[in-house]
């Protein structure tokens, strides 16, 4: 468990001007190792990040018994037998908790899985459910979630499966990014409300195929025949919903950042900040530098629908809460069930400075007040501090509450934003 030490958010003192170079994406690495393990040949992942999230999924793999090794900037993956018995600690990473438990059904053997506390309240039911439609024996004692045990035969017979994956898009991937290696593949259809977060589904796709295997993606129905996925090279770009926290600088300071080697194209929903910038009052521009944003000296406020680009929620919201004007964050009802209910969590650490946020039906409702200092709870949320950063960039006094839990994601965040404000 983290340090629950605190944190001073610095102040900014003036505007900032700062090129920031981000580790790699959660989201890709996480998904480069799945496809790693099920390989037909070794796999290098290039420049990975090396977080909580990801060390757990590599280190889940090793107990599965697919050796993944250092190789200076890069993890070296050798696809092997997968066996049981296994203890998988899926800590709270929702990409471990759902991409691997139809990678266990896979092995042979029993693979047990449980979490950090909060993780048993995120959804899993779903998958659980699916995977029992395809065949596979799951021991959660009636909870729908963590802990269970996966009864692993070696083999999966696939076919079709109805899910309701309104929760999160992740159960969909799950049961996606092993189907090449199902002895029928699957078809998958989802029933329910949106899926949320397309972009995550568009980059579970992509990798897939360019992993060698065949993806058929219609409206809630993807197909994914039986085959071989190849090894190789496995680049993972920069994290771009990591840069949320550092865009926002040049917004509430009118200054500059830019972000560097970001992708000219990609399926990563923090690309959703080229649109949403200019609504927030700020500039960008993209050349071969990286993507830029200056701030414009004011933030407006925004009606927007973030459902497909959830993770940018939190630090968007602190933004709200200085703006100029009230906003309307809509589409993200399925946030309650993220690391920690982020729409209590927002409107409670918003108010407690001073603020006016409520929750939505599916968002929530920001109007800005003058704010104060105070102490800034996180709830073992990434997140969460990113969002306190942010808000103490205006607001001087703010205490970010266990600031270790940043390391879910991104271990060297106050390192890049101190280094960030100092021009670095």
């Not at 580790?23 to 890709?28: E, I, V």
């Not at 290039?46 to 250092?70: F, N, Q």
């Not at 042979?108 to 979490?115: L, M």
């Not at 560097?260 to 927030?280: I, K, M, S, Y």
């Amino acid at each position: 468990m983290e340090s629950a030490a605190s944190w001073s958010a610095p102040t900014a003192e003036g505007p900032v001007d700062a090129t920031v170079a981000l580790p790699g994406s959660k989201s890709m690495t996480n998904r480069a190792l799945i496809l790693a393990a099920l390989a037909t040949g070794p796999t290098v992942i290039k420049r990975p990040l090396r977080s909580r999230d990801t060390l757990l999924m590599a280190e889940a793999l090793r107990t599965l018994g697919t050796p993944v090794s250092e190789g200076g900037e890069d993890w070296h993956v050798l696809p092997g037998d997968l066996h049981g018995p296994a203890r998988v600690d899926v800590g709270l990473a929702g990409t471990v908790m759902r991409f691997l438990p139809p990678v266990a059904a896979l092995a042979d053997g029993e693979v047990s899985f449980d979490g950090d506390p909060r993780a048993r309240e995120r959804p899993m039911r779903p998958l659980l459910t699916a995977l029992r439609a395809l065949g596979v024996e799951i021991d959660d004692g009636g909870r729908g979630g963590l802990p269970f045990t996966v009864r692993a035969r070696g083999a999966v017979t696939g076919g079709m499966v109805t899910i309701d994956a309104s929760g999160s898009s992740q159960l969909l991937s799950g049961l996606l990014l092993a189907a090449p290696r199902f002895d029928k593949g699957i078809e998958v259809r989802h029933e329910g409300s949106k899926v949320p977060s397309a972009p995550h589904i568009a980059m579970t796709v992509g990798m897939l195929r360019a992993a060698g295997a065949t993806v058929e993606a219609g409206d809630n129905t993807w197909r994914v025949a039986p085959g071989r996925i190849k090894g190789g090279e496995s680049p993972i770009e920069p994290d771009l919903s990591n840069a949320a926290p550092f865009v926002a600088a040049a917004l509430v300071t009118g200054g500059r950042v830019t972000v560097r080697d970001w992708p000219a194209e990609t399926t990563q929903p923090g690309d959703g900040l080229r649109e949403l910038v200019p609504a927030l009052g700020g500039t960008v521009s993209y050349d071969h530098n990286g993507f830029t944003v200056q701030g414009g000296g004011v933030i407006h406020g925004i009606d927007v629908d973030l459902g497909d680009v959830n993770e940018l929620t939190c630090v968007i919201a602190a933004l709200a809460a200085i703006a100029d004007g009230p906003s309307r964050l809509t589409g993200i009802a399925h946030m309650r069930g993220h690391e920690t209910d982020r729409l209590a969590a927002l409107v409670a650490e918003i108010n407690a400075l001073g603020g006016d946020a409520r929750e939505l039906e599916d968002g929530l409702e920001i109007r800005p007040r003058p704010l104060r200092g105070g102490v800034f709870h996180t709830y073992h949320d990434h997140r969460m501090v990113m969002a306190g950063a942010t808000l103490g960039l205006a607001v001087p006094g703010i205490e970010v509450e266990n600031v270790a839990t940043v390391g879910k994601t991104m271990p060297e965040f106050t390192e890049l934003w101190t280094g960030m404000l100092a021009g670095a």
